[in-house]
Nanobody, 121 residues
């Protein structure tokens, strides 16, 4: 059973940067595909980025964040990060990390509790 500790959320100014962290316990980050999701008020939760399991760690992004956000992992720290640059008001949401025992995009088996990100203009 995986557990996640998300951190790094908060208030950030328009155009600023923020780094979210997802510390994983109960398993190793390179065994799972791990994704970041977000849910804004009144909207459905959607995938933002994912990094595949295995040694390669291929990254994929939603079109809305491609070129601005970067997902990465530190195997030694067993942590996955989401670097958010050039943030926009529409990036305001609760951000969750989740893990799949198979591949990015397939059903995710484990979920964190989320961290709030708010972009001020």
């Amino acid at each position: 059973q995986l557990h996640f500790e998300e951190s790094g959320g908060g208030l950030v100014h328009l155009g600023g940067s923020l780094r979210l962290s997802c510390a994983v316990s109960g398993g190793t980050v390179d065994y799972y595909a791990i994704g970041w999701f977000r849910q804004a008020p009144g909207k459905e939760r959607g995938e933002v980025a994912c990094i595949s399991g295995g040694g390669e760690g291929y990254a994929s992004y939603a079109e809305s964040v491609a070129g601005r956000f970067t997902i990465s992992r530190d195997v030694d720290k067993n942590t996955v990060y989401l670097q958010m640059n050039s943030v926009k008001p529409e990036d305001t949401a609760v951000y969750y990390c989740a893990a799949s025992r198979t591949y990015c995009g397939l059903p995710y088996d484990y979920w964190g509790r989320g961290t709030q990100v708010s972009v001020s203009s």
